[in-house]
Nanobody, 128 residues
Framework: QVRLVESGGDSVQTGGSLRLSCVPS????????VTWFRQAPGKEREGVAA????????QYADSVKGRFTVSREDVRSPIYLDLNNLQPEDTATYYC?????????????????????WGEGTQVTVSS
């Protein structure tokens, strides 16, 4: 019913920047939580950055605060993740996920089990 397609992953040097995009297709919705996750080899998938498209409210993992920014320029834009000052530890497959409902009371947005729709991922590799 809803399909998410990520793009923008690349190989960059330490300190570089990337912009990832998440484009939904199929059924549309007026507002949603859209969250970026990442998974490195041998590690669990972790939530990185989330945005509620109705208001622009955001949540970030401590590991990326001050370096990554999730945004949507307007209602017709993709959801972006801007990755700045990239470090080798940021190397991972980055996934976009969406939840077309508000969060349960008291819940944070970075939990994997909250999301209904997932993209296939885009690879980010950071080398020194």
């Amino acid at each position: 019913q809803v399909r998410l397609v990520e793009s923008g992953g690349d190989s960059v040097q330490t300190g570089g920047s990337l912009r990832l995009s998440c484009v939904p297709s199929g059924s549309t919705f007026p507002s949603a939580w859209v969250t970026w996750f990442r998974q490195a080899p041998g590690k669990e998938r972790e939530g990185v950055a989330a945005i509620w498209t109705g208001t622009g409210a955001t949540q970030y993992a401590d590991s990326v605060k001050g370096r990554f920014t999730v945004s949507r320029e307007d209602v017709r834009s993709p959801i972006y993740l801007d990755l700045n000052n990239l470090q080798p530890e940021d190397t991972a497959t980055y996934y976009c996920a969406a939840r077309a409902r508000t969060l349960p009371r008291g819940a944070g947005a970075l939990s994997r089990d909250l999301y209904d729709f997932w993209g296939e991922g885009t690879q980010v590799t950071v080398s020194s």
